[in-house]
């Protein structure tokens, strides 16, 4: 089972603009928002960050039993977040209720399953994105997925996510239903 985990909280000496300067702009930007960013804002912002592995390394933290979050700023109205995969980790499969997501690819290969909700409850997966470094993925509301990294072991992955407002609670669904059909244990005595 893989656990999402949250960076301990620390005060930085600097802002986050001052810290992560080539995430100023970005960072300047959200910090003006009085209500939730427009999804396609916030992947177009994403498209223009030119980010690397070395300009968020005093705040990368990676989980040991699944991807982590690491808060890089935030306001009332987003979070933005760097998150670290190791080989294997992966999302539950989720929506974002009342929450716009976008997010970049810094590195690494991630994978994104896209999912439509059945009549049954369960999840049917309708897509399956490669995300390599410089792809931006949206999702709000009810848009169902699960980002998974299944790059070969020591192969990490990392994104920049922009939750607007910060996600406070998502629906989670089950792609499968329970396994194996329901056996009489009686059926061995039974002769035809």
């Known amino acids: 089972m893989n656990v999402t985990q949250t960076s301990p909280t620390t005060t930085p000496s600097l802002p986050p603009?001052?810290?992560?300067?080539?995430?100023a702009e970005l960072i300047d930007y959200l910090d003006t928002q009085g209500e939730r960013a427009k999804l396609d804002v916030l992947a177009r912002l994403l498209s223009k960050v030119t980010i690397t592995r070395q300009d968020l390394e005093g705040i990368l933290v990676f989980g040991t039993h699944g991807y982590r979050r690491n808060r890089i700023s935030c306001s009332e109205w987003y979070e933005l977040l760097a998150l670290t995969w190791r080989s294997g980790h992966c999302t539950p499969i989720h929506d974002h209720k009342g929450s716009s997501c976008a997010f970049r690819v810094v590195e690494g290969t991630g994978t994104e399953i896209r999912y439509s909700q059945t009549p049954s409850g369960l999840v049917c997966p309708t897509a399956t994105n490669s995300m390599?470094?410089?792809?931006?993925?949206?999702?709000?509301?009810a848009d169902i997925h699960q980002v998974l990294n299944l790059q070969s072991p020591g192969t990490d992955l990392i994104t920049l996510h922009i939750y607007s407002p910060p996600i406070k609670k998502m629906n989670t669904y089950q792609f499968a239903c329970s396994a194996g059909p329901d056996i009489d244990p009686h059926a061995e005595e039974q002769h035809c």
Request: glycine share 6%; aromatic share 12%; charged share 20%.
């Open 17 to 23: 603009a001052q810290r992560f300067p080539k995430l």
């Open 132 to 141: 390599t470094p410089g792809y931006v993925c949206a999702a709000q509301d």
